[in-house]
């Protein structure tokens, strides 16, 4: 048994209305998976979070011609090659985002190869079904009233739909950001919020709005501060009592020790689809357990991804665990994303804010390839 070939597809869905945040709005959804390829014919795919052109170059030219030909089993051998091969310029960024879609794309060929679902891979589940979160309320082109309304009610049909937690966006301004999250507060008295600023605030800003959180009883806050500066996380986190979290914008386990070492985080959240694969993401887990951290991936793709985050959350405990202990939670994404919801022959199953885990073997989702057709933007083989 041998990879024979290694596909990339460029994906990309435009959008009807621009979505925001605290540091830009997007108009579309792209995406790059990756496709491995055994000489039994046997499709293992991931997908990469990152510029999707880049990512197609780095499989193309670096990653995939030093897979081609190697035993598709060896998943921890193959992450070593490509990451030691590849040191000198590849530490991180983009280029781990590649080497993170093609480890994802291992993980569901191994399952399929050997007839068992990620999860039993990964040690067993802890239960069948994962607690999800609502991701949304994200920025729209509309005056600061308008929008709030909107966002309130965005978040209201995700809680009568059975999201009983929901993460809204901040880090626009002080004063939106105070109006939104009393809003929210006010709308939502039972519900479990989060608030995500995705580094907007300067550490004087983050602990102003970290005391308004508390009072508003949020239960996270998320990237309050610069990924750069990961001691500012034990200075705010000296003045608040809200749980900080962070960690998307972080790689591999070195870059875990950085932002976990000063303390101060308590919640990080490595993107399976960027942080260096489910192979890294377990030693990122190791790392946060040895700190006390609990781990809630960041998950913001296609179903590759949040098959691939629930198998790991799945097989994931809460540190440091009881008899009655907090259940882990999934980033379910609820922003519009076509190459989310309509490009799966078998996706992911939700039934209220339960997700439940795929037990086919693989990561267990299957991808429409007929339907795949209308969102292409390039596809590429390496054999
Ligand atoms: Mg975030």
């Not at 040191?87 to 291992?106: K, Q």
Request: net charge negative; hydrophobic share 45%.
């Amino acid at each position: 048994m041998r990879i024979e070939c290694v596909r990339t597809h460029w994906l990309r869905a435009p959008l009807s209305q621009r979505l925001g945040f605290s540091q830009c709005f997007i108009d579309a959804r792209e995406v790059l998976w990756v496709e491995i390829i055994t000489s039994d014919g046997t499709s293992g795919w991931g997908e990469c979070y990152g510029p999707a052109a880049v990512c197609q170059a780095a499989v193309d030219s670096l990653y995939a011609p030093r897979l081609v030909g190697e035993n598709p089993l060896a998943h921890e051998r193959l992450w070593h090659r490509l990451w030691r091969e590849t040191l000198d310029f590849a530490r991180g960024g983009i280029l781990m985002a590649a080497i993170s879609g093609l480890d994802i794309a291992l993980w569901d060929l191994k399952g399929k190869l050997l007839g068992l679902p990620v999860s039993e891979l990964l040690g067993g589940r802890q239960s069948d079904s994962v607690a999800g979160y609502a991701t949304g309320m994200y920025f729209r082109d509309l005056p600061e009233d308008a929008l709030i309304e909107v966002l309130v009610e965005e978040a209201i049909g995700y809680y009568e739909n059975g999201f009983g937690a929901l993460k809204i966006k901040i880090g626009k301004n002080w004063a939106f950001d105070s109006r939104l999250i009393v809003a929210m507060r006010e709308a939502l008295p039972e519900a479990m919020l989060m608030a995500d600023a995705n580094h907007a605030y300067e550490l004087s800003e983050a602990v102003g709005t970290a005391k308004l959180l508390e009072q508003c009883r949020y239960v996270w806050f998320e990237e309050p501060l610069s990924p750069e500066y990961e001691w500012q996380f034990r200075q705010l986190s000296e003045r608040t009592d809200i749980p900080l979290a962070a960690g998307e914008c972080e790689q591999t386990r070195h870059g875990f020790r950085r932002l976990l070492s000063p303390g101060g985080v308590q919640i990080a959240q490595p993107d399976l689809a960027y942080c260096g694969g489910i192979t890294e993401g377990l030693k990122i887990r190791a790392l946060a357990s040895s700190h006390g951290v609990n781990v809630v991936p960041h998950c913001w793709g296609t179903l590759w991804n949040l098959a691939a985050a629930s198998h790991f959350v799945a097989s994931g405990f809460w540190e440091p665990g009881r008899l009655e202990s907090p259940a882990p939670l999934l980033e379910v994404d609820r922003s519009p994303n076509p190459l989310r919801d309509e490009l799966f022959a078998a996706g992911v199953e939700i039934d209220g804010s339960r997700v439940k885990v795929p037990t086919a073997s693989g990561l267990g989702v299957v991808a429409d390839e007929q339907a795949m057709m209308d969102f292409r933007v390039n596809r590429t083989e390496v054999r």
